[in-house]
């Protein structure tokens, strides 16, 4: 089957812009992350679904920062007047529920901040 | 909190076994993978082991854990060219309630024909 997708795969924008990013999990889900990849780094954890609640949010760096997935499946991570420091490739990884259960990643979105 | 070191390069050739490290600090991790990124492209996942476990194969892939000294080993037999990549150890902690992944920096692996 269809792994995660993620659109666009590369997204350019200018300092103080208003961006979305999607991602479309493996069918049957539950669970659904976002970290974040800057240059050089490991992928580090932004926020954890559990279906349509956001379970944790503990790794957004601040509140220009918000994720939705209001039915469960697809989500949208959107950030606010976005700054150079926010250029980096968005990750987000799917598993069937939680604790046992292995992440699968997509493609991810670069976004550069100009 | 949680951190996980990696050594961020290594050189091998090709023909012969990798072996890549990782240490971490959380006592409480419950599971630890190891994921592979080729250039621009997202994260793979080869192979994970459970913190109860000393040792898992799958074909070429060996993974050895210490959980005592908080170690973790990939060994790749018969290295190839197409295992040029960028490894990430990562480590998922029960306790987080979240079953987040911490990641290392990653160990960029390059291999010489």
């Known amino acids: 089957g269809a792994g995660v997708s993620q659109t666009p795969s590369n997204k350019v924008t200018e300092k103080g812009k208003y961006v979305e990013l999607r991602c479309d999990p493996i069918?049957?889900?539950?669970?659904l992350y976002w970290y974040r990849q800057s240059l050089g780094q490991g992928p580090e954890f932004l926020i954890y679904f559990q279906g349509t609640g956001a379970a944790d949010d503990s790794g957004l760096p601040n509140d220009r920062f918000f994720a939705v997935r209001p039915e469960g499946s697809v989500s949208t991570l959107k950030i606010q007047r976005t700054e150079r420091g926010d250029s980096a490739v968005y990750l987000c990884?799917?598993?069937?529920?939680?604790?046992?259960?292995?992440?699968?990643f997509g493609p991810g979105t670069r976004l550069t901040v100009l | 909190g949680e951190d996980v070191e990696q050594s961020l390069f290594l050189s091998v050739r090709e023909g012969d076994s990798s072996v890549i490290n990782c240490t971490y600090t959380?006592?409480?991790?419950?599971?630890l993978y190891w994921y592979k990124q080729e250039p621009g492209a997202g994260l793979q996942l080869l192979t994970y082991i459970f913190s109860n476990m000393d040792m898992k194969q799958d074909q070429r892939l060996t993974v050895l854990l210490n959980k005592k000294d908080k170690h973790l080993s990939l060994r790749i037999a018969d290295t190839q060219t197409g295992d040029s990549a960028i490894y990430f150890c990562?480590?998922?902690?029960?306790?987080?309630?979240?079953?987040?992944?911490?990641f290392g920096k990653g160990t960029k692996l390059s291999v010489i024909p």
């Open positions: 990884a799917s598993s069937i529920s939680g604790l046992r259960d292995t992440q699968y």
């Open positions: 069918s049957g889900h539950t669970a």
């Open positions: 959380d006592s409480s991790s419950t599971y």
């Open positions: 990562a480590e998922k902690n029960s306790g987080a309630g979240s079953y987040q992944l911490t």
